[in-house]
Each structure stands twice: as structure tokens, then as C-alpha cells.
């Protein structure tokens, strides 16, 4: 269900891949997120790497198109995309007013959800991923011991979550109404200042509760920090996967972003610009990441 807010946006300067060409530039918008999307100052200039500025700059070139970032948070970043932002909010969709459309795509490590396909639609997926439940080295919780069934492990670490504080972040991946936390007893708390979420992990080492949801890039980049600090209990959630949004009204720029997406990914390319940035993964999800010639 979705709910709108304010108006309809009119999307005055939505563009697809023919406007871009015409235009010249290519605006892609991103949240600073894990190793997708870093951000950090050099001397009085803010310089942005990752895995999906590469990804992004590259198609670029392919389109013959110069390349600019658009800095995004997470709860704006829809709008900046298709003109009206949505958030999730007690399990629907619901709309704010119209605002300035600022980019032709959004590629920042985002998880491909129901909810955010009422918004936008979606590339073909390039990322594996999932939620795991991370605690404190010295919590009194366990890992679970996994099974070949993943909805048993899941049951297994949601019977450990009564009484217990996890910290979750809404409009992301981690908010708890996608995991139904909430019905599981647990100590659901939401940080009190707008975090990012590679912020998760220090805000549970400071003691701010004594878990926390993560993903799977986060967590291979938290496990390289804090080996000792911290340890994985188990998954929240099924197998997730992650994809490149782009506006509804675009579809040429979405099937040309997939036909070279997957020429990337059969020549070898993609797995050298993942190995990278997350070179732990292919250990985790090495048949998910082996090559597929692209079908015509």
C-alpha cells in the first residue's frame, strides 16, 4: 500500500537514455555506504571511491558521457532520483511532496526490496547479500550453530531475541518492520542521531545496546576492523540481493545498463572491480559471482 503526502510530482526533469546522451553527463546519486560508496576529504576537497562510483564512472565511459556524483542520504535519495521521496512507514509506502529531480541513477550498494520497487524499478542484481544479528564479543549470546535450512537458522537466532537490545536503523535494510523484530520480544532500539551504517558496529562496541543488525558488506568490513570485538550470531533474514535503481521512466538507460552489466560480469571485468573492494565475499558466495556468458 502506498500512501501519498503533499502531491504528485511532475517529474519536470526526468530524462532518459537519449536526453543523457543529448545532455552529455551522466548524474549518478549515492549514499556513503560500506565500501559501495566512500567518502572522505582530501586537503578542501571531499573525494568519493567505491565499488559503485568505479561501476558508475565506467558506464559512463561506455555511454561516451562525462561522470558527476550527486551526494545522497538515505532519506532523501529517492527523491533525488524520481522527484517524490518515499519512506516505509508501518509497513506501507508512504509519499512526501514533490521535489527537484537531481539524478539519472542510484547505485550505492541498495537492497533490492518489495517496498522500494513501488518506488523505483531495479537492475539486474550484481551484489549478494543478507541481514545477520552481530553482538559484542563478550555478549552472552552464541552463534548458532547452522543447518542446511536457512529459515531454520533464522528461527534459531529469533528465539535468542527476547529481552535482548538490537540496534536497527530505519529507511535502510536493517529497519526492524522487515524482519518483524518487534513481534520477537526483542529490545528494538533506533539510534538517536541519523547514523550511517558502517556506524553501526562502533555505536554497539560503545555500548549504545549489545547487538546489532548488519549486513553482508558491512559485516565482511566489520569483521577486517574488529576481529576481536565482535562476533556473528546468525541470520535475520533470507538471502537478499542488491541492484542499481533507476527511474520508472527510464527503461532504455535500465536495459542498457543490464546488457553491459552482464558483458562486465561474463568478461571477467566486474569480479576484478569486486575483488577490490570486497575481497572476502567470493569466499562466502564464490558460485554466485562465477561468470555467465550474457544472453543476446
Given at each position: 500500500?502506498?500512501?501519498?503526502?503533499?502531491?504528485?510530482?511532475?517529474?519536470?526533469?526526468?530524462r532518459?537514455?537519449?536526453e543523457i546522451?543529448?545532455?552529455?553527463?551522466?548524474?549518478?546519486?549515492?549514499?556513503?555506504?560500506?565500501?559501495?560508496?566512500?567518502?572522505?576529504?582530501?586537503?578542501?576537497?571531499?573525494?568519493?571511491s567505491?565499488?559503485?562510483?568505479?561501476?558508475?564512472?565506467?558506464f559512463?565511459?561506455?555511454?561516451?558521457?562525462?561522470?558527476?556524483?550527486?551526494?545522497?542520504?538515505?532519506?532523501?535519495?529517492?527523491?533525488?532520483?524520481?522527484?517524490?521521496?518515499g519512506?516505509?512507514?508501518?509497513n506501507?509506502?508512504?509519499?512526501?511532496?514533490?521535489?527537484?529531480?537531481?539524478?539519472?541513477?542510484?547505485?550505492?550498494?541498495?537492497?533490492?526490496?518489495?517496498?522500494?520497487?513501488?518506488?523505483?524499478?531495479?537492475?539486474?542484481?550484481?551484489?549478494?547479500?543478507?541481514?545477520?544479528?552481530?553482538?559484542?564479543?563478550?555478549?552472552?549470546?552464541?552463534?548458532?550453530?547452522?543447518?542446511?535450512?536457512?529459515?531454520?537458522?533464522?528461527f534459531?537466532?529469533?528465539?535468542?531475541?527476547p529481552g535482548?537490545?538490537?540496534?536497527a536503523?530505519k529507511?535502510?535494510?536493517?529497519d526492524?518492520?522487515?524482519?518483524?523484530?518487534?513481534d520477537?520480544?526483542?529490545q528494538v532500539?533506533?539510534?538517536?542521531?541519523?547514523?550511517?551504517?558502517?556506524?553501526?558496529?562502533?555505536?554497539?562496541?560503545?555500548?549504545?545496546?549489545?547487538?546489532?543488525?548488519?549486513?553482508?558488506?558491512?559485516?565482511?568490513?566489520?569483521?577486517?576492523?574488529?576481529?576481536?570485538?565482535?562476533?556473528?550470531?546468525?541470520?535475520?533474514?533470507?538471502?537478499?540481493?542488491?541492484?542499481?535503481?533507476f527511474?520508472?521512466?527510464?527503461?532504455?538507460?535500465?536495459?542498457?545498463?543490464?546488457?553491459?552489466?552482464?558483458?562486465?560480469?561474463?568478461?571477467?571485468?566486474?569480479?576484478?572491480?569486486?575483488?577490490?573492494?570486497?575481497?572476502?565475499?567470493?569466499?562466502?558466495?564464490?558460485?554466485?559471482?562465477?561468470?555467465?556468458?550474457?544472453?543476446?
Open positions: 500500500m502506498v500512501l501519498l503526502l503533499g502531491g504528485i510530482s511532475t517529474n519536470l526533469a526526468a532518459d537514455l537519449a546522451k543529448e545532455d552529455g553527463v551522466l548524474r549518478h546519486i549515492g549514499v556513503p555506504y560500506a565500501n559501495f560508496v566512500t567518502q572522505y576529504t582530501e586537503g578542501n576537497k571531499v573525494v568519493h567505491g565499488l559503485d562510483i568505479e561501476l558508475m564512472q565506467l559512463a565511459e561506455h555511454l561516451g558521457l562525462e561522470y558527476q556524483f550527486i551526494p545522497a542520504t538515505w532519506n532523501n535519495v529517492f527523491g533525488k532520483l524520481t522527484g517524490i521521496n519512506q516505509y512507514i508501518d506501507q509506502v508512504v509519499l512526501g511532496p514533490p521535489q527537484a529531480i537531481e539524478g539519472d541513477v542510484m547505485a550505492h550498494g541498495v537492497t533490492i526490496l518489495d517496498w522500494r520497487k513501488q518506488l523505483i524499478d531495479f537492475s539486474d542484481d550484481y551484489f549478494p547479500s543478507a541481514v545477520w544479528l552481530i553482538a559484542r564479543r563478550d555478549s552472552r549470546l552464541q552463534p548458532i550453530v547452522p543447518s542446511t535450512n536457512l529459515q531454520s537458522d533464522i534459531a537466532v529469533k528465539r535468542l531475541l535482548l537490545e538490537i540496534l536503523m529507511q535502510s535494510c536493517l526492524p518492520d522487515l524482519y518483524r523484530l518487534y520477537t520480544g526483542a532500539i533506533l539510534p538517536t542521531k541519523q547514523l550511517q551504517l558502517n556506524e553501526m558496529v562502533p555505536a554497539m562496541l560503545n555500548d549504545e545496546a549489545e547487538t546489532t543488525l548488519l549486513d553482508v558488506a558491512d559485516t565482511l568490513i566489520a569483521l577486517e576492523k574488529w576481529p576481536n570485538d565482535i562476533k556473528v550470531i546468525g541470520p535475520i533474514s533470507e538471502e537478499q540481493l542488491m541492484g542499481v535503481g527511474r520508472k521512466d527510464s527503461p532504455n538507460l535500465r536495459q542498457e545498463f543490464n546488457r553491459w552489466l552482464a558483458t562486465l560480469r561474463a568478461d571477467g571485468r566486474f569480479n576484478q572491480l569486486v575483488n577490490k573492494y570486497y575481497p572476502g565475499v567470493f569466499h562466502y558466495y564464490r558460485h554466485y559471482f562465477e561468470p555467465v556468458a550474457p544472453t543476446e
